[in-house]
């Protein structure tokens, strides 16, 4: 069955760092893969999708994320970050477009001034 | 504006009442799901409806009871709350297909069972 891990729970960066949140999947081929975020008391909202092709994808609010196969991961980077972005964020995997979608635990991300 | 409404927003319950979540969507989706989310958990499947008049279990179905009243609306029931159905629950909506967007969530229904 897939799977999905985050391994970080908790994430501090000071505002303008980069960021870098880490995704690994377990599943046999190449599925599917999103990233969401969540805002306080807010439902998730999609932050940007892989499902072939180019291996970089951009997504809203400056975030882009790589899929690198031989790793089994789908990391999630913003240049700067601002605080506004202080959320909960989600990694989550999918096996064909109408399976359901298996959700990472999330990491909670801190922005300070 | 489109999206997933889910009614009541919060909600505390007594051990062993019941209570029905409520969700609708107006993308006219076929696809509607029921996760709740718990704290280090991520968010967990209860429930789905692949399509109108079809519902399968999830990831945590116990104590849960669901709906698909048409195509628009997928209740969650509660049929006796227990503490551990303390939670966040979310509704989402899916439409497969080529132009594949991922999920569309609602706000989420914030219940607490005492």
């Known amino acids: 069955a897939q799977s999905v891990t985050q391994p970080d729970i908790h994430i501090t960066v000071s505002e303008g760092a980069s960021l870098e949140l880490r995704c690994n999947y377990s599943?046999?081929?190449?599925?599917?893969l999103f990233w969401y975020v969540q805002s306080p008391g807010q439902g998730l909202q999609l932050l940007l999708k892989?499902?072939?092709?180019?291996?970089l994808v951009q997504g809203i609010k400056g975030f882009e994320a790589e899929f690198k196969r031989s790793q089994s991961s789908f990391n999630l980077r913003k240049p700067s970050v601002h605080w506004s972005d202080a959320a909960e964020y989600f990694c989550a995997v999918q096996e064909t477009s109408g399976s359901r979608l298996t959700f990472g635990e999330g990491t909670q991300l801190t922005v300070n001034p | 504006n489109a999206g997933v409404t889910q009614t009541p927003k919060f909600q505390v319950l007594k051990t062993g009442q019941s209570m029905t979540l409520q969700c609708a969507q107006d993308?006219?989706?076929?696809?509607m799901y029921w996760y709740r989310q718990d704290p280090g958990m991520g968010l967990r499947l209860i429930y789905y409806s692949a399509s109108e008049g079809t519902t399968d279990k999830g990831e945590v179905p116990n104590g849960y009871n669901v709906s698909r009243l048409n195509k628009r609306e997928f209740s969650l029931r509660l049929e006796s709350a227990a503490p551990s159905q303390t939670s966040v629950y979310f509704c989402a909506s899916s439409e497969p297909g080529v132009l594949w967007y991922g999920y569309t969530f609602g706000s989420g229904t914030r219940l607490t069972v005492v």
């Open positions: 892989y499902f072939s092709g180019d291996t």
């Open positions: 993308m006219n989706h076929n696809s």
């Open positions: 599943y046999g081929a190449t599925p599917y």
